[in-house]
């Protein structure tokens, strides 16, 4: 059974950092295309971050660039997200997420975890 | 402000039809970018229900039905059941932003 299990939220102050972890069961992460989603309080889902599946390729909504990095551990089947300089609208609910393909273009989200909030106040 | 507009809420009665809508532009659903279709009960993983625009995940009832048309989409529901309650997000991809984008997301509200 495909499963993606994230930890690693909680309550930083503005300009902290955290560092996000979803472990990965029944594939293999390093076959897929991997993503990261958020969801602020009251709002609609939002893109933040893809990893290639050979790790080759990683993609950030603007908001984050520099701020925020996507990374894989392949021994553990584990994704991470590295969150810097973390600010007030970061606060959100953190999704993991594994891409499908279609025709060889990253098209839908086919399985997702339950997600961590990441909460960024002083 | 979500790329992507949807109603912030629907509601009908068990064993009625609802639609929610999807609402792009010429750079994504306009373009020609497959819109797809998650359910979102909080607190718990977002689980697909329709890629591809109509395309159905084995195990999703037929019950759910998705179509595109122009810079719009939207997803159908029939035959109305109390565990249909939860929230409802479309995606698509847009290609003047360069992300990937999602709409608001559909309360549905079973009376």
């Known amino acids: 059974e495909v499963q993606m299990v994230e930890s690693g939220g909680g309550l930083v102050q503005p300009g902290g950092s955290l560092r996000l972890h979803c472990a990965a069961s029944g594939f293999r992460l390093s076959d897929y295309w991997m993503g990261w989603v958020r969801q602020a309080p009251g709002k609609g889902l939002e893109w933040v971050a893809n990893?290639?599946?050979?790790?080759?390729?990683?993609f950030y909504v603007d908001s984050v660039e520099g701020r925020f990095t996507i990374s894989r551990d392949s021994a553990n089947n584990s994704l991470y997200l590295q969150m810097n300089s973390l600010r007030v609208d970061d606060t959100a609910v953190y999704f993991c997420a594994r891409w499908k393909l279609w025709f060889g273009e990253v098209s839908h989200f086919d399985s997702w975890g339950q997600g961590t909030l990441v909460t960024v106040s002083s | 402000q979500s790329v992507l507009t949807q109603p912030p809420s629907v509601s009908g009665a068990p064993g009625q039809r609802v639609t929610i809508s999807c609402t792009g532009s010429?750079?994504?659903?306009?373009?020609?970018?497959?819109v797809h279709w998650y359910q979102h009960l909080p607190g718990t993983a977002p689980k697909l229900l329709i890629y591809?625009?109509?395309k159905r995940p084995s195990g999703v009832p037929d019950r759910f039905s998705g179509s595109r048309s122009g810079t719009s989409a939207s997803l159908a529901i029939t035959g109305l059941q109390a565990d249909d309650e939860a929230d409802y997000f479309c995606?698509?991809?847009?290609?003047?932003?360069?992300?990937?984008?999602f709409g608001g997301g559909t309360k549905l509200t079973v009376l």
């Open positions: 995606q698509s991809y847009d290609n003047s932003l360069h992300v990937w984008v």
């Open positions: 591809v625009n109509s």
């Open positions: 990893l290639k599946e050979d790790g080759s390729e990683k």
């Open positions: 010429s750079s994504n659903i306009g373009a020609g970018f497959d």
